[in-house]
Structures are given as structure tokens and as C-alpha cells.
């Protein structure tokens, strides 16, 4: 740890924060986590070092205050799909401008911000194309005192992933084979570990200051082998069929305007292009390594363990 000692986390309650809090907490940082329900995080505030804020992000005033006299800022907030209640360009562009207007007016020193490997004005999809836009604004918006790092992750996966346990979810329902949408689109999943490693690491790096780094595990993968290797990690002995382009399309049309939107349109549009890396980056550990541990029965016992820890 060097000059910067407290960092904000806007998004420090998901998948990708509580590691990446317990990370910085490890490295001796002080670390501010800011919730609209901090109540529901208390195990997450015993770690020393955090404290936890109650703040909506996208109340300005509140966020203004949450993020007062710290020295730099992560953005992690992002969604995956648009509903009634979130926006996308609201979350992924309006957010990240207003941010770097505080920031600039707080004299805080630092940000980080997680975009999507893809992300970009001309993408496929309003995901891509929102993550796209906030990112650049981030970077174009930003200067003076105030550094900005962007990271532009291919899907990640680790313990407490809306990723593979999405999938392991769905085998476990399905009385059949599981027919995949987009089977054959390619993708290099990333350790949520070496994430939130490369984001410490670049904390007080110059060299990664108005870098946009991208994210990238050591293997590619197609789709339909990461449902099969699910399967196989989760012992569930089910068939994955890959749907053509056009069967593809219609599924995601039909779940799309389901409840719980399992797979939209925009989500079938961000599959066209593949998510893999032009070139080789740090991140190491491989979907073999990790998955196994909390995809598995051990890793099945040890959320009941922490449920049991929870409710007791």
C-alpha cells in the first residue's frame, strides 16, 4: 500500500466486490463499501477495515457525501439486461460522467472502472454498446489529478458466479437434455482472483494510468464445452445440444419476456462476437483449477455450511 488508504467501492456487494474488498483489506487498504442495503451485507462489515455505507449511487447528493475523503474510487456497478427498474445507459453511461464530476470535484486521486471486454460504440448489443460509451466517457472526461484505469473483462467465473452456477442451476431443472443457444461462440473466462489482482496491482501503477487493459483466461473455451464441463464438475449426467443460429435466436426471444430473463435478445446479439483477447494477459488460473472446488460436492457442502453460519 502506498498513498492511497481508503478506497470507495460503488457494486463492492457483488460478485466481483467481496472479493475484491477482501482483497484490498488483505493488502491494508481501508475500504468504504457503498449499499442501498448495507443491513444485508453485515458479513461483509466483520471484515477489518471495511466499513459500509448506506447510499443509492445514483442520488448524487448521497453519493457525493458516501465518497468524501476517500482516495480513490472502483466502479463496479454494471447489469447484465434492462428492466423496468434498471437502465442500461443509465447504469453503464450516466453513472460513470457523474462519478468523474465528483471525483474532479473531491480531488480524489483515483479510479477504476470494470467495462466488459467487447464494450464498445458500435457493438453488437446495448450491453456492449452501453459499457462502450461509459467507458469512453470515463476516459475522456477524466484528466488532471484524477488517473483512470479501465478493465475489460471476458466473463468471469469463481465462487458465488451468476456465470457457471447459472448454468449448474439450470442442468439441475431440466428433466432433459438442455438445448444451448449460441453453442458455438467462444469465450476466455477469467478467475474473478486474478481480476481483483490486477486491479490492486494497478491501484498506484503509472503505467496502467489511462490504460484499458483487457481480461482474459489462459484458454479458450466454446460455450457448449462450458456447459459440459459444468455438468461434469456438478456429477449431472445431461446432454447439451447446440441450438442452430436461427433456433438460438427464437429461444432468446421467448426467454427473454419471461421472468428472470434467462437469455434476451440483446444477450444472444452480445454472443455474436466472440469473447476472447487479441493478446496473452496476466490471469493464469484456469476454469480446471477452481471450478471443481465450489461447483462440486465439497463446494455444494460448503454453502450450506455458511447458510447454516447465516441463520444459526
Not at 442520488?59 to 439486461?81: E, F, H, M, T, W
Not at 459499457?131 to 467465473?157: A, Y
Not at 432468446?252 to 437469455?263: R, Y
Amino acid at each position: 500500500m502506498g498513498s492511497l488508504s481508503t478506497i470507495g467501492i460503488l457494486g463492492g456487494t457483488g460478485f466481483v466486490g467481496t472479493h475484491l474488498t477482501a482483497h484490498l483489506v488483505k493488502e491494508g487498504y481501508r475500504v468504504r463499501v457503498l449499499s442501498r442495503r448495507p443491513h444485508r451485507y453485515r458479513n461483509l462489515g466483520l471484515l477489518t477495515g471495511v466499513e459500509l455505507v448506506e447510499c443509492d449511487v445514483f442520488n448524487l447528493k448521497q453519493l457525493r457525501l458516501s465518497i468524501k475523503g476517500c482516495d480513490a474510487v472502483i466502479n463496479l456497478v454494471g447489469i447484465l439486461n434492462q428492466t423496468r427498474h434498471q437502465n442500461l445507459r443509465r447504469t453503464h453511461v450516466a453513472l460513470p460522467g457523474k462519478l468523474v464530476e465528483i471525483c474532479k470535484q473531491q480531488k480524489i486521486r483515483r479510479l477504476l472502472h470494470v467495462s466488459a471486454l467487447n464494450a464498445g460504440s458500435a457493438a453488437t448489443s446495448e450491453y456492449l454498446r452501453s459499457k462502450g460509451d461509459g467507458e469512453n466517457l470515463i476516459h475522456t472526461s477524466s484528466g488532471g489529478d484524477l488517473k483512470v484505469t479501465s478493465f475489460r473483462p471476458s466473463v468471469i467465473f469463481g465462487p458465488g458466479d451468476s456465470f457457471l452456477n447459472r448454468f449448474a442451476g439450470v442442468l439441475k431443472l431440466l428433466p432433459g437434455p438442455l438445448p444451448l443457444a449460441c453453442a458455438k461462440s467462444r469465450l476466455a473466462p477469467v478467475y474473478v482472483g486474478d481480476v481483483v489482482k490486477s486491479m490492486v496491482d494497478a491501484l498506484e501503477d503509472p503505467d496502467t494510468f489511462g490504460a484499458r487493459i483487457e481480461l482474459c483466461g489462459p484458454f479458450e473455451y466454446t460455450l457448449q464445452e462450458l456447459v459440459e464441463l459444468t455438468a461434469r464438475y456438478t456429477q449431472q449426467n445431461k446432454k447439451v445440444i447446440g441450438l442452430p443460429r436461427w433456433l438460438s435466436y427464437f429461444q432468446a426471444t421467448i426467454l427473454g419476456i419471461l421472468p428472470g430473463k434467462l437469455f434476451t435478445l440483446d444477450n444472444y446479439r452480445s454472443m455474436q462476437t466472440d469473447s476472447v483477447c487479441k493478446n496473452k494477459t496476466s490471469c493464469p488460473t484456469s476454469i480446471e483449477v477452481i471450478a471443481p472446488e465450489y461447483l462440486g460436492a465439497a463446494g455444494h457442502e460448503a454453502k450450506m455450511q455458511r447458510f447454516r453460519e447465516n441463520h444459526s
